[in-house]
């Protein structure tokens, strides 16, 4: 491959060239995507949009430059293959803003992930009264201004005294609910031998002094008998020797005969010396205009925003520009309703994508190459103007910004499409349009003809048969929120991001009916070694199959065990690791990329040996297989649109939308009273979207209540019960807008939703 001699083709060079891609199903496809433009890609899940974006593309650029630096800089930067494609021409360096969520420990916030923490500490370190003596003074994540008590976690642990100690018991009989407190152990005898207690009376009939005696008392020495001898040992209450012995700890690394009985009696919540705050005292006691500096990174950012746009300080005026032209970035990208001190772990995928594209909003770098992965995943269509705003302020700025993206309101703003299909997998693979999105609309693609397809409205919705109920709800921003969600129909729960959708269903619903089953946006885990086979459950039925079959042991047809090619051990390729340059895969030459053995290749099941079984896809395997378990698997797989995959194809293969509709078949197998799905929609085509509204209604129609947490109109439309949250988000939400049928839903004028839906049945 020649990527950067574009002297060698006769194209503009306005247009980033590719030519001959094929990598994973890229059927030798060639495309010009205009630079300084908005390119937007589209096709069903599997058709190639991220084999050639990500996979050709980007991993191009980012490898392209890593060779610019020195031998040993390579050496920690990640590797990129070089992709199988003949030409890329016209490069810039890529950044790519994807889904991956930001993570990070109990430390990192909003607030530091984005430097806006740090802007505020440099402000009310010039600002605040009484003053402190420098910036770290008031950073949770340093010593001299965290909490001393939680050490700048904000949380801490409490004992809850009545799990621990049962009173009616005497010390005798063991009255300490934890298994080293056992009756004749050590730690028991500390107190029985203590000779501060009657060790017959039963705790309930302790004075008060003797119950603060066995429970706090934290200043004595006792004669202990040890062996025989009596020894001096520092007397602690069971609290406090509690605290010691096991509150320092993790209690994901105590013993399991501990954890589930340390999990029963110690509680997280706000520390109770910061209130939850995670700073000094001297931190807290900083403040401007009365609000100190946890009140402002408690604050809704849309708050924060109006507090620091009303200061008015000519000595920090600068700073107090840059703190409110990135607060206002991440109003206008729709994430208004968050606040600064919100755990960056708690972000969903959409919310940490739309974080990262923040950080670029105010860059100064020109002739960039944008990169973005569905940036309107966990949007409400309200919220997508404002995304469409950012895309078109990066490519007005001189950028060329390309977008893998399923929603029409993103499609409209593009420049250029790409569309790729026809189909996903080995159908996909080839370019079926290229042009305006007019031109896409009249085109006779799968993605053209869904763009002029209306979802018509549920006309006759099912009855409900009683009802779920949800009262006085107030987690989050609830304010006191009671419904009835109908049982046996499909609910679809709407409202802007930070609406308060998932703190009702997630938070409220939860805690009421436990049988609920939910079904989030969390991805399989991929590696070299996983596939659909061994993730769904069916490998081991395959196996045992294959093994009664040909009389031998299981383990014979596991890629992981007995049956393996030892060249390989069951990859079907080599690695070979050429130090500071990308590792190289090839074919295994023993066992042809087979993976096994040649004895393990001689046994066959119905005529077929394992490799010619793991390389069917699906919808083969459906008219292949008899054994009702593996059925029922491929059933379910098919009807969530993956009958496109082989069996034996990697995890790691797979885009992220068939990923996670490979855990929601591996979920609705299993017939549940209760499902919830969070945004079942997500990284969806539209024609996949039909596909997965007739498999809810078979659910439904076979007695499962379902509720979903939706934005997608057409999901709406076809819902039996809409509860619509807003009418804003964060403060502004909250509140129950609309209950009720998707018709009645359009006569709803303080609902965002009806109003979209409106527009899109036109």
């Known amino acids: 491959m020649s990527p950067s001699h574009s002297s060698s083709a006769s194209d503009s060079p306005g247009s980033i060239q590719v030519r001959g891609a094929r990598e994973n199903n890229l059927k030798n496809i060639s495309v010009d995507i205009p630079r300084r433009k908005i390119t937007v890609f589209t096709g069903v899940s599997g058709s190639g949009k991220s084999s050639l974006v990500f996979d050709t593309i980007a991993a191009e650029s980012h490898r392209l430059l890593n060779e610019t630096f020195s031998t040993f800089v390579q050496n920690f930067l990640p590797r990129y293959a070089q992709p199988d494609v003949d030409v890329l021409a016209n490069l810039s360096t890529a950044i790519l803003v994807d889904q991956q969520r930001l993570g990070g420990n109990p430390r990192s916030t909003l607030g530091t992930a984005t430097d806006l923490y740090t802007l505020l500490r440099v402000l009310f370190s010039r600002l605040g009264k009484p003053a402190v003596p420098h910036a770290l003074a008031l950073s949770f994540n340093d010593p001299t201004g965290m909490c001393p008590e939680c050490e700048g976690l904000g949380r801490g642990a409490r004992i809850d005294v009545d799990a621990l100690v049962d009173r009616k018991k005497s010390l005798e009989e063991g009255p300490i609910r934890f298994p080293t407190f056992n009756v004749g152990g050590y730690h028991l005898n500390t107190f029985v031998k203590s000779g501060f207690f009657d060790v017959k009376k039963p705790l309930a009939k302790y004075t008060k002094d003797e119950l603060h005696n066995l429970l706090h008392r934290n200043d004595s020495k006792v004669k202990v008998n040890a062996q025989g001898l009596k020894i001096n040992s520092g007397y602690e209450g069971v609290v406090p020797k509690f605290k010691r012995l096991y509150l320092t700890k993790d209690a994901e690394?105590?013993?399991?005969?501990?954890?589930?009985?340390?999990?029963?009696?110690?509680?997280?919540?706000?520390?109770?010396?910061?209130?939850?705050?995670?700073?000094?005292?001297?931190a807290r006691a900083c403040r401007i205009d009365g609000k100190n500096i946890a009140d402002c990174s408690a604050m809704q950012i849309s708050e924060l925003a109006a507090f620091i746009h009303a200061l008015r300080a000519p000595s920090v005026a600068p700073l107090l520009a840059r703190l409110a032209e990135r607060l206002d970035h991440l109003v206008e990208i729709g994430l208004g309703y968050l606040s600064l001190s919100r755990e960056t772990a708690t972000l969903s995928g959409g919310e940490s994508q739309r974080v990262k594209m923040v950080r670029h909003l105010s860059s100064s770098l020109t002739e960039t190459l944008y990169i973005f992965d569905e940036p309107t995943i966990g949007l409400h269509p309200h919220d997508i103007q404002r995304l469409n705003t950012t895309l078109l302020r990066l490519r007005d700025a001189g950028n060329t910004v390309l977008v893998v993206e399923h929603k029409p309101q993103v499609m409209a703003i593009a420049d250029h499409l790409i569309d790729l299909?026809?189909?996903?997998?080995?159908?996909?693979?080839?370019?079926?349009?290229?042009?305006?999105?007019?031109?896409?609309?009249?085109?006779?693609?799968?993605?053209?003809?869904?763009?002029?397809?209306?979802?018509?409205?549920?006309?006759?919705?099912?009855?409900?048969?009683?009802?779920?109920?949800?009262?006085?709800?107030?987690?989050?921003?609830?304010?006191?929120?009671?419904?009835?969600?109908?049982?046996?129909?499909?609910?679809?729960?709407?409202?802007?991001?930070?609406?308060?959708?998932?703190?009702?269903?997630?938070?409220?619903?939860?805690?009421?009916?436990?049988?609920?089953?939910?079904?989030?946006?969390?991805?399989?885990?991929?590696?070299?070694?996983?596939?659909?086979?061994?993730?769904s459950g069916m490998a081991d039925a395959v196996r045992k199959a294959f093994a009664t079959a040909n009389k031998v042991e299981p383990a014979l047809f596991s890629a992981n065990s007995r049956g393996a090619c030892a060249a390989c051990e069951g990859l079907g390729v080599l690695y070979t690791d050429l130090q500071h340059l990308d590792p190289v895969a090839i074919r295994c030459e023993t066992c042809e990329g087979r993976c096994f053995t040649d004895a393990v290749l001689a046994l066959t099941l119905r005529g077929k040996n394992i490799n010619d079984v793991l390389n069917l896809a699906v919808i083969d395997a459906l008219s292949y297989f008899t054994e009702k378990s593996v059925l029922a698997t491929l059933k379910a797989l098919r009807d969530v649109g993956l009958g496109y995959i082989a069996l034996g194809q990697r995890l790691n293969t797979l885009s992220g939308g068939e990923r996670q509709r490979l855990k929601l078949a591996a979920e609705l197998e299993k017939p549940s009273p209760i499902v919830v799905l969070d945004e079942p929609t997500t990284g969806l085509h539209m024609a996949d979207v039909a596909t997965l509204l007739a498999l809810l209604d078979t659910m439904v129609d076979n007695g499962t209540t379902l509720i979903v947490i939706e934005h997608n109109l057409d999901v709406i439309a076809r819902a039996d019960w809409i509860i619509d949250m807003g009418p804003g988000a964060g403060a502004e939400g909250g509140n129950v807008v609309f209950e009720g049928t998707p018709r009645d839903l359009l006569r709803a004028s303080k609902s965002l939703t009806a109003k979209h839906l409106a527009a899109r049945l036109g």
């Open 421 to 535: 299909g026809p189909g996903a997998g080995k159908a996909g693979g080839t370019v079926v349009f290229e042009g305006s999105f007019a031109g896409l609309q009249k085109s006779d693609t799968l993605t053209g003809k869904h763009l002029a397809r209306l979802e018509a409205l549920k006309e006759k919705p099912r009855k409900g048969k009683g009802h779920l109920v949800i009262e006085n709800a107030t987690l989050n921003n609830l304010h006191d929120v009671t419904v009835k969600i109908p049982r046996g129909v499909l609910t679809a729960v709407t409202g802007v991001a930070g609406s308060g959708k998932s703190s009702l269903i997630h938070g409220s619903l939860a805690g009421r009916y436990p049988d609920a089953v939910f079904v989030d946006q969390a991805l399989a885990a991929g590696s070299r070694r996983s596939n659909l086979a061994t993730y």
């Open 253 to 282: 690394k105590l013993p399991a005969n501990l954890r589930e009985s340390f999990e029963r009696i110690v509680t997280s919540g706000p520390c109770g010396a910061c209130d939850g705050t995670r700073l000094s005292e001297l």
